[in-house]
């Protein structure tokens, strides 16, 4: 059974940074999908970033348009740890964060595994 432990996040003024960090215990591959969601009060979730591997170019990141620029997202294979460095923030950067490893397959064969979320709150 794959457990997520988030920490990292806290109170922050804008235009400050906090790195949230993602360790998983349990077997998890090299090539699982690796990211962090945020829930934002009355608004739907999003994935705010996520870091995969592909056979062409290696591990690559993606992120949303709001926090491109801003926020790095980065793992450790060997501690099956994952990273979001958070700078730069603003308020509407506040929200649960979520730390998500799936195993990249769609539909039936999918895995998720979910940690408990970690709350950042940046003040203006």
């Known amino acids: 059974q794959v457990q997520l432990v988030e920490s990292g996040g806290g109170l922050v003024q804008a235009g400050g940074s906090l790195r949230l960090s993602c360790a998983a215990s349990g077997s998890i591959s090299s090539f699982y999908v690796m990211g962090w969601y945020r829930q934002a009060p009355g608004k739907q979730g999003e994935l705010v970033a996520s870091i995969g591997f592909r056979d062409s170019i290696g591990f690559s990141a993606n992120y949303v348009d709001s926090v491109k620029g801003r926020f790095s997202i980065s793992r450790d294979n060997a501690r099956n740890a994952v990273y979001l460095q958070m700078n730069t923030l603003k308020p509407e950067d506040t929200g649960l964060y979520y730390c998500?490893?799936?195993?990249?397959?769609?539909?039936?064969?999918?895995?998720?595994?979910w940690g408990q979320g970690t709350q950042v709150t940046v003040s203006s």
């Open positions: 998500n490893v799936n195993n990249g397959a769609i539909g039936a064969t999918r895995r998720d595994y």
